[in-house]
């Protein structure tokens, strides 16, 4: 077909008769850690399984079809697909991060710091003539971002970046894991990389670990899958499996996502016992606008500061009813989290305040539960 197609039926209908032996129309599953030469001293595309697999390499298709990227990488972790985008730089090659990123980002960045093998430097993204400063000054050979952010849910402006990037012939790398490509494409607006945590959203049902690289040149992808071949980050083919399952209906689930992000916002900016709101879908967030003009969506994510600090914390997280108090987001089910002790914990007290990351700090991974249930569910949490 010469005619776009939509994201619904990309992500349904890619790969699919892909089967030359039986004809199956849902591409098999390759578990074969090698595959026999068909003859002496050719070369063939499918060897050994670490460094190319026909399951995987259809999640990697499909990812990249979404994202619009040239090409796509599938790693055994989020972690492992940011360390991989890591792997680009060298001991005297800075990069730019935002102040308030995702923990095990920050983590990661600082210990490649510390051990010198990368320089990394956390900047406060919102504030663009401020910014602009810290590209000049630093000079980065990339340009991490995290949009909207992790858990207070700021948005930037990748082409506003993107832009500023070009100061120093910066690579801009986004991480795209809140909105997944249903919701955001930061390749469309400007940007070198996207990395997904394809545990979240993509996969769907918090029963898979795994990551994506996805780029937008030809020698970017060269330069991608050669890290990944040799470090032996490459994505299980059964992990592959199922996460190309769940991204079937990815774009269904992420319409049900929102509309309880956006219901339970609502419910929590109505209650005196709550301080605050983060969600991008409100108009009150600071981030509203440069969320509405570069996604398509606000997401199924959302966080509030609840009066009273830890120990209100306490009393909500042992009283609340379906909300699963754990790590991690995007499964099909609810989850609290708090990001001061759990996902946010490799951060000093002093960095957790510069981030805005309170003790009162609570963060909702809406699920796919029905509204009402989960409004009861909350308000019980919240008495």
Known sequence: MTKKLNKDTIATRTGLETDSQHGAVVPPLYL??????????????????????????????????????????????????????????????????????????????????????????????????????????????????????????????IKAIVKLAKISKALVAADNTFLSPALQNPLALGADIVMHSTTKYINGHSDVVGGAVIVKTRKLHDQIQEWANATGVAGAPFDSYLTLRGLRTLNLRMNTHERNAMGLAEVLSNNKKVGAVYYPGLESHPSHLIAKKQQKGFGGMLSFELKGGLPAVRKFFKNVELFSLAESLGGFESLVCHPYTMTHAPLTAKEKKTAGISEGLIRISAGLEDLDDLIDGLRTGLK
């Open 32 to 157: 074969s850690s090698n595959f026999a030469f068909k003859q002496f001293e050719k070369e063939q595309k499918y060897d050994y399984t670490r460094c190319g697999n026909p399951t995987r390499d259809i999640l990697a298709e499909t990812l990249a079809e979404l994202e619009e990227g040239f090409g796509g990488t599938i790693t055994s972790s989020g972690l492992s697909a940011i360390n991989l985008v890591a792997n680009l730089l060298g001991a005297n090659d800075h990069v730019i991060l935002p102040h308030d990123c995702y923990g095990g980002t920050f983590r990661l960045f600082s210990m490649l710091h510390e051990k010198k093998a990368l320089r990394a430097h956390f900047v406060n993204q919102n504030v663009l003539s401020d910014f602009e400063k810290s590209i000049k000054k630093i000079k980065p050979k990339l340009i991490w971002i995290e949009t909207p952010s992790n858990p207070l849910l700021q948005s930037v402006d």
